[in-house]
């Protein structure tokens, strides 16, 4: 059995196929097409093509995708959505949205805040307001909303008034309403938590097109033995079913593939990676074989959020930068860039644009297109650009490192080619073969998990024991999930505890993963 | 006499936050909540001390409670226009204008929201400089200051005004009805006259926690040094240390949040080991068993490659943090201000010794 990892950004669609005992046995890279169903297509008959790999032995097909993070940036494909918060006459001095820019405040077409919600103690708040709650769904209705966000305060401690909410939407709106609640997406903090679950409200069109692509892809291309997964930004796989209802939780989940497919490539277990894209170059840490999470709360399209992700700094560098030189003799390098249009527009191709991959084939750094065609490209000019990517990239390495400590970086990504070998900082400076399809291989080496999450009262049962019998909990249902038991590891632990709750209470929240059998 | 607006309140929140010592609350949900009130009804007119009468009624508005209650409930809206009625009607005057009582995530920025809200000016000046865990714990209190009359409203419209003998009653009393109403509402306490907050107060703190946050937020462009040595210098810190946290232990008792987070070293530190003790707020750092910084002076930790300050309940295994002691405002060094918030007040059994005497010599 094989299995097959695919990755879609936003200028490359790569696709690697794996072995039993995780060899890549081939790979490849297509460009992203508009429709991001051609450009998986391609690279799935691409793959198979070069490896021989008969189709009915894929078993496991995963995909990466950077489709919702782009459709957020880029406020495209945004479906018009309602906002309903439960929880007056608490919350009320921070209506949603209050901090989000206002192109992005347009996706809702209509907010309320109707009484209910919960105490800290699971006491109600007020009483659900069910009639004013009916009256809003069906504004909604009347509007042709077809996806809802619910949040409540305090649903994390109690779900009801929200399980209930989600009821009434669906009797007013129809079955076929795309319904998300909070508590089923974030954690505690009902600002971030709501915010989360506005973002996946208006994914859900994004999320069909990608779910419903990938899976008609493989169809078409007589895949048909495998099951289908999609990459979560923790380095775990969800289900098809599961992605179309969070899609959120694909954000981010490039970096996070990437990070670990060059991990499980260069076998290093502490070092800087660097995924130098087409338009943007990223760079993550491996920390003790994972991805170093991210210090600061994480925004997305410059919407706060409260979820955990890899710490990863981007900068406007890739190989189809545009390299300019200005009046006074300096030379810039991007952020703006030709994307996938590179095979087009780019010099070395034949197009009339000087990108960053033109002057490493003028500086003789790689083999690709047409040389000829970069020729008359001044050598001085080509250094000084050359420069200008070297002082991006080492600032970016400085603000990534813990010391002074010089660090072992490894280059992956398409675009990896117009980086310098020589980079101030690094100990050493390790590329792979296959280092150009790290986040396809970070995808397909994903690993399945299982969340144990209750509220414990360590007057009742003391810390270290509850959180042993926790971390076994977990562990099972990483298990019961596809994983292997020798290969489950524990990836999240947190405990909580909760002020002012009877007791010594605290919740606890324990994520355990391993290796898909 | 200036304008608050919004890019101010960002700046404000995060110094105010850096002067929380860990404890202060979420400085997110506080400046959502002065944000959302701005916008609203406009920017925040604020003034120096100076520029109120002495006979003028001034009246701190704050928080009480969980900082994570009100991440869950955040505030109502109404509660500031229900204190204004209350405690003016109890004093037979109208209010002048709302202040801080101290430095910190939330408390810092509730004013602000009350202020723009009733139309009122905002006073640049606190009684504290820093946050700290009880009620009594203010500059006010040396003072002979009163938290009472205290007037308290929570979200659902609910209201009293509390009376009592001692500080220490009211901070009791306000603690069982804040747990009944749910784990968070406003009050005004300290309600005092013009001379009084000039006297006692801890001027120019709102000034001083937009200068700590701007800086922090343009750190990383500061090109003659490193942004680590123009934090430090533009706080005017002691870097006691640099590490990873390795573990967190956490307890609740009476309402407050104890517990010590444990840092294995990186860097220069690489090697060490550290821990911080904290009550809400950070108490004490220890870096390999020797004692480097206690409260009174502030003890903060910051993430290590923003800056931004790390509150006691954000942290969490792996993260990197540096450990910052700042000074503390010279009132609480002095043997009244020890008294009330000294190392031995919070049970750690030793005398105080300022941090620049502490890191003479290097830490």
Same mark, same amino acid.
């Given at each position: 059995?094989?299995?097959?990892?695919?990755?879609?950004?936003?200028?490359?669609?790569?696709?690697?196929?794996?072995?039993?005992?995780?060899?890549?046995?081939?790979?490849?890279?297509?460009?992203?097409?508009?429709?991001?169903?051609?450009?998986?297509?391609?690279?799935?008959?691409?793959?198979?093509?070069?490896?021989?790999?008969?189709?009915?032995?894929?078993?496991?097909?995963?995909?990466?995708?950077?489709?919702?993070?782009?459709?957020?940036?880029?406020?495209?494909?945004?479906?018009?959505?309602?906002?309903?918060?439960?929880?007056?006459?608490?919350?009320?001095?921070?209506?949603?949205?209050?901090?989000?820019?206002?192109?992005?405040?347009?996706?809702?077409?209509?907010?309320?805040?109707?009484?209910?919600?919960?105490?800290?103690?699971?006491?109600?708040?007020?009483?659900?307001?069910?009639?004013?709650?009916?009256?809003?769904?069906?504004?909604?209705?009347?509007?042709?909303?077809?996806?809802?966000?619910?949040?409540?305060?305090?649903?994390?401690?109690?779900?009801?008034?929200?399980?209930?909410?989600?009821?009434?939407?669906?009797?007013?709106?129809?079955?076929?309403?795309?319904?998300?609640?909070?508590?089923?997406?974030?954690?505690?903090?009902?600002?971030?938590?709501?915010?989360?679950?506005?973002?996946?409200?208006?994914?859900?069109?994004?999320?069909?097109?990608?779910?419903?692509?990938?899976?008609?892809?493989?169809?078409?291309?007589?895949?048909?033995?495998?099951?289908?997964?999609?990459?979560?930004?923790?380095?775990?796989?969800?289900?098809?079913?599961?992605?179309?209802?969070?899609?959120?939780?694909?954000?981010?989940?490039?970096?996070?593939?990437?990070?670990?497919?060059?991990?499980?490539?260069?076998?290093?277990?502490?070092?800087?990676?660097?995924?130098?894209?087409?338009?943007?170059?990223?760079?993550?840490?491996?920390?003790?074989?994972?991805?170093?999470?991210?210090?600061?709360?994480?925004?997305?399209?410059?919407?706060?959020?409260?979820?955990?992700?890899?710490?990863?700094?981007?900068?406007?560098?890739?190989?189809?930068?545009?390299?300019?030189?200005?009046?006074?003799?300096?030379?810039?390098?991007?952020?703006?860039?030709?994307?996938?249009?590179?095979?087009?527009?780019?010099?070395?191709?034949?197009?009339?644009?000087?990108?960053?991959?033109?002057?490493?084939?003028?500086?003789?750094?790689?083999?690709?297109?047409?040389?000829?065609?970069?020729?008359?490209?001044?050598?001085?000019?080509?250094?000084?650009?050359?420069?200008?990517?070297?002082?991006?990239?080492?600032?970016?390495?400085?603000?990534?490192?813990?010391?002074?400590?010089?660090?072992?970086?490894?280059?992956?990504?398409?675009?990896?080619?117009?980086?310098?070998?020589?980079?101030?900082?690094?100990?050493?400076?390790?590329?792979?073969?296959?280092?150009?399809?790290?986040?396809?291989?970070?995808?397909?080496?994903?690993?399945?998990?299982?969340?144990?999450?209750?509220?414990?009262?360590?007057?009742?049962?003391?810390?270290?024991?509850?959180?042993?019998?926790?971390?076994?909990?977990?562990?099972?249902?990483?298990?019961?999930?596809?994983?292997?038991?020798?290969?489950?590891?524990?990836?999240?632990?947190?405990?909580?505890?909760?002020?002012?709750?009877?007791?010594?209470?605290?919740?606890?929240?324990?994520?355990?993963?391993?290796?898909?059998? | 006499?200036?304008?608050?607006?919004?890019?101010?309140?960002?700046?404000?929140?995060?110094?105010?936050?850096?002067?929380?010592?860990?404890?202060?609350?979420?400085?997110?949900?506080?400046?959502?909540?002065?944000?959302?009130?701005?916008?609203?009804?406009?920017?925040?007119?604020?003034?120096?001390?100076?520029?109120?009468?002495?006979?003028?009624?001034?009246?701190?508005?704050?928080?009480?409670?969980?900082?994570?209650?009100?991440?869950?409930?955040?505030?109502?809206?109404?509660?500031?226009?229900?204190?204004?009625?209350?405690?003016?009607?109890?004093?037979?005057? +109208?209010?002048? =204008? !709302?202040?801080? $009582?101290?430095? %910190?995530?939330?408390?810092?920025?509730?004013? /602000?929201?009350?202020?723009? #809200?009733?139309?009122?000016?905002?006073?640049?000046?606190?009684?504290?400089?820093?946050?700290?865990?009880?009620?009594?714990?203010?500059?006010?209190?040396?003072?002979?200051?009163?938290?009472?009359?205290?007037?308290?409203?929570?979200?659902?419209?609910?209201?009293?005004?509390?009376?009592?003998?001692?500080?220490?009653?009211?901070?009791?009393?306000?603690?069982?009805?804040?747990?009944?109403?749910?784990?968070?509402?406003?009050?005004?306490?300290?309600?005092?006259?013009?001379?009084?907050?000039?006297?006692?107060?801890?001027?120019?703190?709102?000034?001083?926690?937009?200068?700590?946050?701007?800086?922090?937020?343009?750190?990383?462009?500061?090109?003659?040094?490193? +942004?680590?040595? =123009? !934090?430090?210098? $533009?706080?005017? %810190?002691?870097?006691?240390?640099?590490?990873? /946290?390795?573990?967190?232990? #956490?307890?609740?008792?009476?309402?407050?949040?104890?517990?010590?987070?444990?840092?294995?070293?990186?860097?220069?530190?690489?090697?060490?080991?550290?821990?911080?003790?904290?009550?809400?707020?950070?108490?004490?750092?220890?870096?390999?068993?020797?004692?480097?910084?206690?409260?009174?002076?502030?003890?903060?930790?910051?993430?290590?490659?923003?800056?931004?300050?790390?509150?006691?309940?954000?942290?969490?295994?792996?993260?990197?943090?540096?450990?910052?002691?700042?000074?503390?405002?010279?009132?609480?060094?002095?043997?009244?201000?020890?008294?009330?918030?000294?190392?031995?007040?919070?049970?750690?059994?030793?005398?105080?010794?300022?941090?620049?005497?502490?890191?003479?010599?290097?830490?």
């Amino acid at each position: 059995m094989y299995k097959l990892g695919i990755d879609v950004g936003g200028t490359n669609t790569d696709a690697v196929l794996i072995d039993e005992n995780l060899n890549v046995v081939a790979s490849v890279k297509q460009h992203t097409t508009f429709n991001i169903y051609d450009g998986i297509l391609n690279a799935v008959r691409a793959v198979l093509e070069r490896s021989g790999v008969n189709r009915g032995e894929i078993g496991q097909a995963m995909l990466g995708t950077t489709q919702c993070t782009n459709a957020i940036v880029e406020r495209r494909n945004l479906a018009p959505i309602g906002i309903l918060r439960i929880g007056a006459p608490a919350s009320r001095g921070i209506p949603p949205m209050v901090d989000w820019a206002e192109d992005l405040k347009g996706i809702a077409v209509k907010t309320a805040i109707v009484s209910g919600g919960f105490e800290y103690d699971g006491k109600e708040l007020a009483p659900f307001d069910r009639a004013a709650a009916a009256a809003f769904f069906e504004e909604l209705k009347a509007r042709q909303v077809r996806s809802v966000a619910i949040s409540c305060v305090f649903s994390t401690v109690r779900n009801d008034h929200e399980l209930e909410a989600a009821r009434l939407c669906r009797e007013v709106m129809g079955e076929d309403v795309h319904v998300s609640i909070s508590s089923e997406i974030g954690s505690m903090g009902l600002i971030e938590r709501e915010n989360a679950t506005i973002l996946n409200a208006a994914l859900y069109k994004v999320a069909q097109s990608f779910t419903e692509g990938f899976a008609q892809s493989l169809a078409d291309e007589g895949v048909t033995n495998a099951q289908i997964y999609l990459s979560q930004n923790d380095g775990t796989l969800m289900t098809m079913d599961y992605a179309r209802r969070y899609p959120i939780l694909t954000i981010a989940c490039g970096p996070t593939n990437s990070i670990r497919g060059a991990c499980y490539l260069s076998q290093l277990k502490n070092a800087i990676v660097i995924d130098v894209g087409g338009t943007t170059t990223d760079l993550g840490v491996i920390q003790n074989g994972f991805p170093r999470e991210s210090g600061v709360a994480v925004t997305i399209g410059g919407v706060r959020t409260n979820f955990r992700m890899p710490d990863v700094v981007s900068i406007g560098l890739g190989g189809g930068s545009i390299v300019r030189q200005r009046e006074d003799g300096t030379v810039t390098v991007g952020p703006d860039s030709v994307g996938y249009q590179i095979t087009e527009k780019a010099l070395c191709f034949g197009g009339d644009v000087c990108t960053a991959t033109d002057i490493a084939v003028r500086l003789g750094m790689a083999e690709l297109g047409d040389k000829k065609r970069v020729a008359h490209l001044d050598e001085s000019f080509a250094r000084k650009a050359l420069a200008a990517i070297r002082t991006l990239c080492e600032d970016a390495i400085d603000a990534m490192k813990v010391s002074s400590d010089n660090v072992d970086v490894i280059l992956v990504g398409g675009g990896a080619i117009i980086l310098p070998q020589d980079l101030a900082g690094a100990k050493s400076v390790t590329q792979h073969a296959f280092g150009g399809v790290a986040n396809a291989i970070g995808s397909a080496i994903s690993k399945v998990s299982g969340t144990y999450e209750q509220l414990i009262d360590y007057d009742k049962t003391p810390r270290d024991e509850a959180l042993a019998r926790a971390r076994a909990d977990a562990v099972e249902l990483a298990v019961a999930a596809g994983a292997i038991r020798e290969t489950v590891e524990i990836i999240d632990a947190e405990d909580v505890p909760l002020q002012y709750y009877p007791g010594n209470t605290a919740r606890v929240k324990i994520k355990a993963a391993g290796d898909l059998a | 006499m200036r304008k608050i607006g919004i890019p101010e309140i960002e700046d404000i929140a995060l110094g105010a936050a850096l002067l929380g010592a860990g404890g202060g609350g979420d400085p997110y949900v506080g400046k959502l909540v002065a944000i959302g009130a701005v916008q609203e009804c406009g920017p925040v007119t604020m003034l120096d001390p100076d520029e109120v009468p002495d006979d003028a009624l001034v009246v701190p508005i704050a928080m009480m409670g969980a900082p994570t209650v009100l991440c869950e409930k955040a505030i109502g809206g109404g509660e500031y226009r229900t204190l204004y009625e209350t405690v003016s009607t109890f004093y037979g005057k +109208p209010i002048y =204008a !709302f202040m801080p $009582i101290e430095a %910190g995530g939330v408390n810092s920025m509730l004013p /602000i929201a009350a202020a723009a #809200r009733l139309g009122l000016p905002l006073v640049d000046c606190d009684g504290i400089g820093r946050a700290f865990p009880e009620l009594q714990m203010v500059t006010f209190t040396i003072g002979g200051g009163s938290a009472t009359p205290m007037a308290m409203v929570d979200e659902k419209g609910n209201s009293c005004i509390f009376r009592t003998v001692t500080n220490k009653w009211t901070e009791e009393m306000a603690r069982a009805v804040t747990m009944a109403c749910g784990g968070s509402v406003s009050v005004s306490l300290y309600a005092m006259d013009g001379k009084f907050m000039k006297e006692y107060g801890v001027r120019g703190i709102v000034t001083r926690s937009e200068i700590l946050g701007s800086a922090i937020r343009k750190v990383k462009e500061v090109t003659d040094k490193t +942004p680590e040595e =123009a !934090f430090l210098e $533009i706080t005017e %810190g002691y870097k006691l240390f640099k590490g990873k /946290i390795c573990d967190v232990l #956490r307890e609740v008792r009476s309402g407050f949040n104890f517990g010590k987070v444990v840092l294995d070293g990186i860097g220069d530190d690489k090697g060490r080991s550290a821990y911080v003790e904290f009550q809400n707020e950070n108490l004490t750092a220890v870096v390999d068993g020797k004692l480097l910084a206690t409260t009174p002076d502030l003890i903060c930790l910051v993430d290590t490659e923003t800056f931004t300050p790390v509150p006691t309940d954000a942290l969490k295994y792996g993260k990197r943090v540096m450990v910052v002691g700042l000074k503390c405002f010279p009132l609480w060094r002095t043997p009244e201000g020890l008294k009330l918030v000294g190392p031995r007040y919070f049970g750690v059994e030793t005398d105080y010794v300022p941090i620049e005497e502490r890191c003479k010599g290097g830490c």
